[in-house]
């Protein structure tokens, strides 16, 4: 499945007054859902009780125990920083409770023509909305509303019931309107590729490689420059990572690969360096992560792997073939995307075994017996400082390369040095 959310504005609404009080009791019902689950009470008691005392139907209870499902403990409703607003008399206390109360969400359902509570008629471009009154001629409200047409054009036709739509509905502060965001949830076609396109990320750029996968020959390696996403603003931020997703998208599609990317923890990441820390920190791979799902509705497969010691194989290789160490490291993900078990033997043959990995754990034993002072490591050093020695001499005297040793035969790093493009793409 793959998700869209289109953005829009509310122009023009009938009865103003009948949102708020809806968007106060759809927010009590947060809050109070949020309580109950603290005290631990089960979720069927909890929508029980939420609809006995607060009125809205089972459709909105549900929504709004759903949005406070994954919250933490530490949670403050409104958001800290109008709580801290508050405090210093910056904002008056109806405001601190209209920022409180200002979200308003519902989930869509294909039986009930895409979304019963907040329904969108495309023809008068209007948003229904169930204010659950007990008056049956004051129970619908109806509100004006605007899309973009590049939008409408492009996904109008899954806005007409056949597809599930979830819509949110958020106050602007100071009473300045209304933003909407409608979110559709749709099934993929994906087409079997035959390459892979493997992305390594970095703070700045993003360095990739194409290979068959087939024969394991690579087609195309090259960069896609976007140092402005580090320290930009998070609104053009989206937008630079939108424009670079597009561009891997294309270049995909011309190459009819399917896209790898890492997966990359970098909130945990610690260095000596503060700069390097922050540096690293920064880089905005989760939301650049996301956004490239985006490309499952173009029909491009993504998928995310580990890329667990590509870059160290990366570093080695650079120094035969020619390239930096980030197209190499984007080419040793693709072979290990492709073919693991070679990229396994040019693992074991540079850096050795760990006495750990074959059993997905650290072994326990005394101390003397980890390290490159283990019998295996030590080994796997002396082969591959004898390989060096014999590189160095032959790069010396020949002028050459010595081929690394591959699936088969010799013709692995032949094929990381066949003659093929390498792109410098800029993201501004």
Known sequence: MAAITLS?????LADTQALKDLMRRFNTARRRAFSLKRQGVQTCTIETILQQ????NSRYIKDAHYSIKNLPYNTTFGGLKNQRLREKGTITKEEYKKRRNALLLSHG????QGNLNLRLYLGTMQLRINTCRNDKD???????????QKYLDKYGRYLDGSQPYT??????????GYDLRISIKLPSVIRKASRAMTLDINAGHTDFAVMNKDDGRVMSIGRFNHYETQHTKQGKREHLLNKLVEKIGNLARHYDAEVVVGQLNTGKFWSYSKKATRKIRQMPQYKFRQLLKRLELQGIKVNERSEAYTSKLGDVISQIVGYDIHKCAAMMFALKVINYDLFKQLKTFFFGVPLYEAYGRRRRGRRRKSGLTAPIQYRMFLKSMKFWMAMKSSIIEDGGYLPIPGREGLSLLDKLKAPFPCLTINIW
């Open 109 to 112: 359902d294909r039986t009930k």
């Open 167 to 176: 819509v949110q509905i958020k106050r602007r502060n100071f009473d300045q």
């Open 138 to 148: 004051n129970k619908w409200i109806f509100a004006k509303i605007f899309i973009p």
């Open 8 to 12: 829009g504005v509310i122009i023009s």
């Open 53 to 56: 005392e607060i009125g809205l």
